[in-house]
DNA sequence: ATTCGACGTTGAAACGATTCACGCACCCTA
DNA sequence: TAGGGTGCGTGAATCGTTTCAACGTCGAAT
């Protein structure tokens, strides 16, 4: 009776369980699922049966402690949330699947504590490699997993070492187009919605910002109002913007918001404020999500390869795996581009 | 020389080999591990300080080999890139988190092929349990996953059986909220991009609208004009579009779409044809996901309580967990709320 | 008739962590 | 001083799979 109508399996029926009841050897039963053709139909068709009957289902950790290893890498990326990296993630996936490797993947937050957790945790699952858009500090612990065995590569970022592979955009060059076409449209007083310094694609786009104003002739330190967030999605660009409305000074004619979830929030609230775009705030955003261009204020944004990004990325970590010691680490730089719209360019 | 300087590691190091350096057995290093407060001083920190020199690291496979089970469930949605399931996705987070449970997160993609896949695949891993927002005819799966002794709760879908929990919005209804709507703005000729039939939020957001036209005292066989698209995002919606404004007959005044995502492109597609929004063409979408209210019309849509719906699906599971046999079996369905907005109401 | 290879199958060793009954040393108490 | 705890540590068994040397059997070649 137990056996017919348990409700709930006692215990997960084994290949020990099969081999028995097709009446062979354990052996046989793994060459069955794994070699199929090294065994003759009648005892195939047996073993078959019995799997089917007890509705065998292999135990993935039993197969990965003998094989060592498994067609698995990780991917850690700032916010799952975020249009951008959910593009990315879909080349990774791409060129991955070409390889029947999986993927798993997590976001840290951009906070650096679940970054290290994540890594730590695929590192025990035996991942053969990463993917990581890192936060400020976790080289080290990256340079010592790769040291350990684990292939690294790093994803819109570039690499600061020689011997790790990167793929990034130019966040430098973005940053300064943003505020060239900005100070173009005679701006002079720009506000800069920014993420921390903890993460390197918000220090690349400040160094760009910086160099735009500086080779226009302008004075960072006038010309420039930054804005620090805590977290780059639109609650961020909200507060950005409150933060912003609500200081002294003269109110800036211009911003600059580190990506377009930001942008977005930053819109938002410069909505409730009663700010009208782009006449008394003009706004360029960052990344080129599907809805920049459907905006009420259709959304200047800087445009990056995201799909291309992942699919490299994923391609550098399999060649160097297949490649091993001849592999020539590289840091791959995809260029951005500008797209205007509205909510910077009138004319538009 | 080969020990010190190593580039790469010729083997994961075990807890035989931190055994071994701190002059211990196996067991006080797992006890060190697992129970340091059984250990004495000295020895844990001559365990602690093998670790570190050998940068072991867990092998999860081995570990979860013998514990039989791990703290992780597995969840799969239809849309990854969909707001609305990333959201529904950070609730589940959130009550997983409170047991320290992790997620293993998959996206289908609408395929149930892929569905299947993943389902196996986390059954092989040992998940406790899963989540899942079904495709047609997964049913038996999953009935079948949980004699096997893994939980199961449908997500944003009503079970079809007693003894399976799921967690929905009343889709039914939201469909009705909808065309109501459009119905009492006037609207006597509908469309409707819809989903193919095997995902049930297309069937039931089908009858809600069947179910409003009836009640207005249309019929839906005139006033409706059925697009079925193949994946539920921006391309989908576009497509939808295209297809409708080439058909032959009486164009429609009024469109709702299955999702804002779809409704996003059909927006785009409706633009490029100079329709203009909601003169000529009022639009409602569904999801109310965060950029909705920012688009050039801001969009209509049905609002649903994403992160409460991801929220209570974790609950559930592991609460089914926990109480055994004892646990009652139910299906929570929360409300839908229509949020009216330019896109189909001139007047806001 | 013997040898040989091919084929199919076997059974035990290994993977790395956890667990648990047991042993040892030590101290406290009667 | 014997008896009984207590606190630490040990080491073998165990989880389920894969792998591989070894074995029997059969047919073909010599």
Redesign the pocket.
Known sequence: MSTTTRGRAD?????????KRA?????????V???P????????DRVLVAIEELQ????????Q????TIQTVGAIVLDIANPFFTEVARGVEDRLAADEYTLMLSSSDEDPEREARYLRLFEEHGVQGVMVTPSAGSLDALIALRDRGIDVVLLDTTSPVDDISSVAVDDVRGGALAVEHLVSLGHTRIAFINGPQTIKQCVDRREGVIAALTGAGLDPAAALVEVTIGSLNAEGGEDGVNRLLAADGARPTAMFCVNDLTALGALRALRAHGVSIPDEMAVVGYDDVVFASMLTVPLTSVRQPTHQLGWTAADLLLRQRSEGASFQHQRVQFQPELVIRGSSDPST
């Not at 215990?11 to 081999?19: K, L, Q």
């Not at 065998?56 to 197969?63: E, I, Y």
């Open positions: 215990r997960r029926p084994s290949i020990t369980d099969v081999a009446g062979v050897s354990v052996g046989t039963v793994s060459n699922l794994n070699r053709d090294q065994v003759s139909d009648t005892t195939r065998f289902v292999r135990n993935a950790s039993a197969r402690l003998r094989a060592g």
